[in-house]
């Protein structure tokens, strides 16, 4: 959409302008694409610094869409985003923006300070001033992670709204500033936040560094799976549109100045999912059965590695009827699927070349 006939305001037509921060990763590409379609009167402005964990083609199917807009500026650029906030004068925020891969945040914890706390911060400055005090109709939701919960060791026990922080990684300890922050602005300036917490997402478009691409991409190229630990950790694995469909229910619905927690009952501990994934593997590229299970390797544990993450979904449920809409074994299948049918996107982030997309999209246009 042209920014120009419009700039400081809701564009003609439309009934709101929504920021959406962090649109051109995974889960934030699955919203915008949602948004952008089922909501064809909202504007979706998709504001993103283009990471590596940032990729453009990640949006190529909605990126002609009349109501979206891409806005490339970085959080921790406070004066980017009064500029963005100036031009696009957003009803609503929906901020997704983070630094989200604990293995890095174990090496670089410092850039998860900058982006995932001074970065939500700088935007809650800016929705606070730009907003000034108008805050009848407007929405901040916050996207974080069950992570902040830290580690589950009693059998049985679930995460739940009430459950206190206890987080245990930097990635996990600068999402919990991040929502601390999110609600002490709630609290003090009465700003409009509304939070959920989501247990592990998988799907198409998630970056090779994550368990479930990292293992099919290394099947695929035929490469050791890296099995931290004896591979007995536990996490809760939820498809990611079934993520996006939950953050557009909240959204709508939610009651402001709550939490929901967003998880689908489906736990897995790390190598029974992973033997898994080598059958269906196995399965789809015609190979001998227990041929990809083969190049399973039990490396060093992760530092502090968490032993188990599960979520009780039932306020969500209860009070906003949502349900997943796939089960696990259909995720996967649409999963692996997705990363088989989608071999250059593997080797354009792989190889780095997804970088020059934005170049061809916007610069030289
Ligand atoms: P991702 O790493 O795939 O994408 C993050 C996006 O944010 C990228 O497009 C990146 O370019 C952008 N970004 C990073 N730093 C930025 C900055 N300084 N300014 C502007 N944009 C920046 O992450 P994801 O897995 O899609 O996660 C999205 C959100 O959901 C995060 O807040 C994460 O904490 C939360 N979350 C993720 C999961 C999961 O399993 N992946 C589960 C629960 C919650
Ligand atoms: P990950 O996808 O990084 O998500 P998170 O750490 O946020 O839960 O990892 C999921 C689980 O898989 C976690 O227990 C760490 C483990 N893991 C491996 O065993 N090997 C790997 O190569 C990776 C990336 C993760």
Redesign the pocket.
């Known amino acids: 959409m042209q920014a120009d006939t419009w700039q400081g305001q809701v564009p003609f037509g439309m009934s709101k302008s929504i920021l959406v921060?962090?649109?051109?990763?995974?889960?934030?590409s699955h919203l915008v694409r949602r948004l952008v379609s089922q909501h064809p009167t909202w504007h979706i402005i998709n504001?993103?610094?283009?990471?590596y964990?940032?990729?453009l083609e990640n949006c190529a199917d909605f990126a002609q869409a009349p109501n979206y807009t891409f806005a490339k500026?970085?959080?921790?650029d406070a004066a980017a985003l009064e500029a963005v906030f100036a031009q696009y004068n957003p009803t609503d925020i929906i901020h997704?923006?983070?630094?989200?891969?604990v293995d890095r945040s174990i090496e670089a914890p410092m850039d998860f300070v900058?982006?995932n706390v001074v970065?939500t911060v700088n935007l809650l400055n800016a929705a606070r001033k730009y907003w000034a005090g108008a805050f009848e109709g407007k929405r901040f939701y916050h996207?974080?992670?069950?992570e902040v919960f830290g580690s589950l060791h009693q059998p049985g026990t679930f995460f739940t709204e009430t459950t206190a922080y206890d987080p245990q990684s930097p990635y996990s300890a600068s999402?919990a500033s991040s929502d601390h922050f999110v609600r002490a602005y709630g609290n003090t300036y009465k700003l409009p936040v509304i939070l959920s917490?989501?247990?592990?997402?998988y799907g198409p478009n998630?970056?090779p560094e994550?368990l479930i691409p990292l293992m099919i991409n290394n099947i695929r190229t035929g490469k050791p799976l890296p099995v931290y630990g004896e591979g007995i950790n536990v996490r809760d694995w939820l498809y990611v549109e079934d993520?996006a469909i939950a953050i557009e229910r909240i959204f709508l619905d939610g009651n402001l100045g709550e939490t929901y927690l967003i998880g689908g009952l489906n736990e897995w501990k790390n190598i029974d999912l992973v033997h898994h994934l080598c059958q269906l593997m196995d399965r789809k590229l015609n190979l001998t059965e227990g041929q990809s299970a083969k190049l399973i390797t039990f490396v060093k544990d992760r530092a502090g590695h968490d032993l188990r993450y599960a979520i009780d979904p039932a306020k969500l449920q209860r009070e906003l009827g949502w349900q997943p809409t796939v089960t696990f074994e259909q995720g996967l299948e649409k999963t692996v699927d997705w990363y088989l049918a989608n071999g250059p996107w593997l080797e354009s982030v792989t190889s780095g070349a997804y970088r020059a997309y934005y170049d061809k999209q916007y610069q030289t246009a």
């Open positions: 921060t962090g649109g051109a990763g995974f889960i934030g504001l993103d610094a283009l990471t964990a940032g990729n500026a970085d959080i921790t997704l923006a983070a630094e989200s891969h900058l982006t970065g996207v974080s992670t069950d999402k917490n989501c247990s592990n997402n998630q970056f994550k993520h």
